[in-house]
C-alpha cells in the first residue's frame, strides 16, 4: 500500500511533522517488512556476493506424472503395449519425433532440447514432487509430512533477495501451488509471491481521496501520485533505497502480472488458460522475476490415457511453441530457461484400463532458451522405455543446470533447522550436453 498526505501542519505533541507524510507499502510479501528495507538486503546481499545475474527460469509443472512415452519419448519400435498410443510427430530435427499430440513443438524442436533419460526412485505423487522441486527425496511427503528442504525457487529468492533491485518484481512468483515449492527452513520470507491470492491485492496503489479525488484507474493514480510527490518534494529526504521503493510502487511495473497490456496478436497466438498463464510468466521474467512456476494439472492418467492426451497435449503443445517461438523473436532465449516436468513418469506397458500407472525409474524433461544449446536430445531410454539405457540424469543434476543458468553457486550452504549448514545441492552436476 502507498499513502500519500501533504498537509502543511504544525508538529504534533511528539514533536513529529505531520508534512509530507510517505509510507511505502510492502508489495504483499508480509506486513512490516517495508519495500525499502527489502531493497536495502538486496544490496547488501550483492555487496557479499550473492548471485545478482539477469536471467530466469520459467517452470511448467505437469502435475499428477506425464507419460514420458506419449509426451517426448514416444518410441514406435517398442512392443505395441509399450509404444505411444497417441503415434508420434515428426520433428525439425533430422530423426526426433515427439508424441502424436504436440505437432506445433516439433516445429520449434531445434529450439528445445529433450531429456529422455531422467530418473529419481519415488513413484508417490507428493514423494516425487518433493523429489523433483528440491532435489531431495521426502519418504514421509505422501503421509502428509512438510517439505522438509527448500524449493529451487526458494534457494533463488534467498540467493539474490525477494525482490528486484529496480523493478520491485518479486524473484519468486508461483502461478498455482504445487507440494513441496516452498521455502522450509529459509523461512517463510523466501517463500512464492502468489499473484492469485490477497498479496497480489495488495500490490493496488491507495492514495488520499482528498488529494487526488476520484480514481477511474489505477494508472491515472499513479500519475497523479508521481506528479503531487513531485510538486511537493516529498521524497526530498528519503535515503536512495526509499526513494527506489517509491519509485517501485509508482511505476507502472505492476503491469507485468497482467496479460492486458500485451499485443493482443501475442496473446491470440499463446492461447487461453495454460497459453495465458505463461505468457503472464514471461512478462514477469521480462520485469525482472527470477523464478516462475506455472502448475498445468490432470496428468494422472490411470485410464483412458488416449482421451486425456488428446485433451490436455495440444493445449501444452500450443501454449509451450507459443513462448518458444515468443521467446526466440524478443532476444530472450538467451536470459529465460523454460523447463517441463512433472513429479514422475508413467508405466511404460499400457495397463488394463488403457492407461498408465506411476512410474519414477523413467520421466523426461524438455527445456528451452536459457543460452544452452538446443536443438538436441540427450540420453536415451531402454526398448521398453521403461529405464535409461544411458547415464540417469538425476534431480539434482537438473537442479545444478537451472543454478547455472542462474549464476548461483551450486555448492552454496545455508543453515538448516537445526542450525547446521547444509549444501543446496550434494551431488548433482549441470547437464553436460547443454551448458
Known amino acids: ?13 511528539a514533536g513529529e511533522s505531520r508534512r509530507d507524510f510517505l509510507r ?15 531493497l536495502r538486503s538486496r544490496a547488501a546481499a550483492a555487496a557479499a556476493g550473492s548471485s545478482t545475474k539477469d536471467t530466469s527460469v520459467i517452470w511448467l509443472w505437469l502435475s499428477g506424472g506425464p507419460t514420458h512415452v506419449e509426451t517426448f519419448d514416444p518410441k514406435m519400435t517398442a512392443p505395441a503395449e509399450y509404444r505411444s498410443v497417441t503415434g508420434e510427430v515428426k520433428t525439425n530435427l533430422a530423426g526426433v519425433t515427439l508424441g502424436g499430440n504436440f505437432e506445433r513443438m516439433a516445429q520449434v524442436a531445434d529450439r528445445m532440447a529433450f531429456v529422455r533419460s ?37 534457494i533463488v529468492a534467498r540467493s539474490r533477495g525477494t525482490n528486484h533491485p529496480e523493478t520491485g518484481i518479486p524473484t519468486y512468483v508461483r502461478i498455482g501451488g504445487i507440494y513441496g515449492d516452498g521455502p522450509a527452513f529459509l523461512g517463510t520470507a523466501f517463500g512464492p509471491f502468489d499473484p492469485g491470492g490477497e498479496a497480489r491485492q495488495n500490490m493496488a496503489l491507495v492514495v488520499a481521496q482528498d488529494r487526488f479525488g476520484r480514481r477511474r484507474d489505477l494508472l491515472k493514480s499513479i500519475d497523479n501520485a508521481r506528479r503531487e510527490a513531485d510538486r511537493s518534494g516529498l521524497v526530498e529526504g528519503l535515503d536512495s533505497f526509499e526513494q527506489q ?22 496473446v491470440d497466438r499463446y492461447g487461453p488458460g495454460l497459453g495465458q498463464q505463461l ?15 506455472v502448475n498445468f494439472g490432470g496428468w494422472d492418467m490411470h485410464g483412458g490415457i488416449k482421451a486425456a492426451m488428446d485433451n490436455l497435449g495440444p493445449q501444452v503443445d500450443r501454449a509451450v511453441a507459443a513462448l518458444v517461438e515468443d521467446m526466440h523473436l524478443r532476444g530472450l532465449d538467451e536470459k529465460i530457461l523454460l523447463v517441463i516436468s512433472g513429479e514422475f513418469g508413467r508405466t511404460p506397458k499400457i495397463n488394463g484400463n488403457a492407461g498408465r500407472d506411476h512410474w519414477a525409474p523413467l520421466s ?57 549448514p547444509v549444501y543446496m545441492i550434494e551431488n548433482g552436476r549441470p547437464i553436460e550436453e547443454l551448458v
Request: proline share 3%; glycine share 16%.
Open 1 to 13: 500500500m502507498l499513502e500519500i498526505r501533504h498537509e502543511r501542519r504544525l508538529g504534533n505533541c
Open 24 to 38: 511505502v507499502g510492502t508489495l504483499g510479501l508480509g506486513a512490516g517488512v517495508g519495500l525499502g528495507s527489502l
Open 118 to 154: 531422467f530418473a529419481h526412485t519415488n513413484s508417490g505423487h507428493a514423494g516425487g514432487t518433493h523429489f523433483v522441486m528440491t532435489g531431495y527425496d521426502n519418504r514421509l511427503a505422501d503421509n502428509g509430512a512438510a517439505a522438509d528442504r527448500p524449493a529451487i525457487g526458494s
Open 245 to 266: 521503493a517509491f519509485d517501485i510502487i509508482t511505476s507502472r511495473s505492476q503491469q507485468a502480472f497482467d496479460t492486458k497490456y500485451e499485443d493482443p496478436r501475442v
Open 279 to 293: 505468457l503472464q510468466a514471461r512478462r514477469l521474467c521480462e520485469a525482472g522475476c527470477g523464478f516462475v512456476t
Open 364 to 420: 523426461t524433461l524438455a527445456l528451452a532458451g536459457g543460452g544452452l544449446r538446443m536443438g538436441q536430445v540427450i540420453g536415451e531410454s531402454a526398448e521398453k522405455v521403461d529405464v535409461p539405457k544411458t547415464a540417469p540424469i538425476g534431480p539434482q543434476d537438473l537442479m545444478a543446470t537451472v543454478f547455472h543458468v542462474l549464476g548461483i553457486d551450486g555448492r552454496m550452504q545455508y543453515v538448516n533447522q537445526a542450525g547446521r
